[in-house]
T-cell receptor, first 112, second 111 residues
């Protein structure tokens, strides 16, 4: 039974399109995150939610909009996709802030 | 200067060797320290989670934290080919809202 699941696993799309990535966790955690991993494997925080409330919004273009309908879900919508958005996006969750985080399998986004 | 520094490697060792992976950091407020293993095209998998200074052992893995030197280590004993992966260190402050990651060290264990 997958703890943190993301869909889709792969996403290939054209520049200018709008796409969404969904994330669900069944661990009962309060905090969820979106991280972006670049080609050099560096993981950088994008957003952090605690009990459905946005608590971190790093310097991310406003084309990226997270939505948390409930504590178990954190979706990421991206408007007007650009070539530079190509990366692997990871959703993660933790019991509380600063507690150990569990990651999903990632969504490999390729913008062509 | 990055918050967390990690030698990217690559590191190549023979099967059975003891592997030492290290990270240094600049923020003395970090209190929670984690090591993740990431296989190719997979998500990071939590290996070790420690609070403040000291050692923690789990099977073949030992995590060490030296807060006075701002230095953390992961030791892998009797390394196996299945340990071949990228190892990421991560850390956070107690009131933090995010984890700060190192850039990862690529490890290959040769049979």
């Amino acid at each position: 039974d997958t703890a943190v699941s993301q869909t889709p696993k792969y996403l290939v799309t054209q520049m200018g399109n709008d796409k969404s990535i969904k994330c669900e966790q069944n661990l009962g955690h309060d905090t969820m995150y979106w991280y972006k991993q670049d080609s050099k494997k560096f993981l950088k925080i994008m957003f952090s939610y605690n009990n459905k409330e946005l608590i971190i919004n790093e310097t991310v273009p406003n084309r990226f909009s997270p939505k948390s309908p409930d504590k178990a879900h954190l979706n990421l919508h991206i408007n007007s996709l650009e070539l530079g958005d190509s990366a692997v996006y990871f959703c993660a969750s933790s019991y509380t802030r600063a507690a150990e985080a569990f990651f999903g399998q990632g969504t490999r986004l390729t913008v062509v | 200067q990055k918050e967390v520094e990690q030698d990217p490697g690559p590191l190549s060792v023979p099967e059975g060797a003891i592997v030492s992976l290290n990270c240094t950091y600049s923020n003395s407020a970090f209190q929670y320290f984690m090591w993740y293993r990431q296989y190719s095209r997979k998500g990071p998998e939590l290996l070790m989670y420690t609070y403040s200074s000291g050692n923690k052992e789990d099977g073949r893995f030992t995590a060490q934290v030296d807060k006075s030197s701002k230095y953390i280590s992961l030791f892998i004993r009797d390394s196996q080919p299945s340990d071949s992966a990228t190892y990421l260190c991560a850390m956070s402050v107690s009131t933090g809202n995010q984890f700060y990651f190192g850039t990862g060290t690529s490890l290959t264990v040769i049979p």
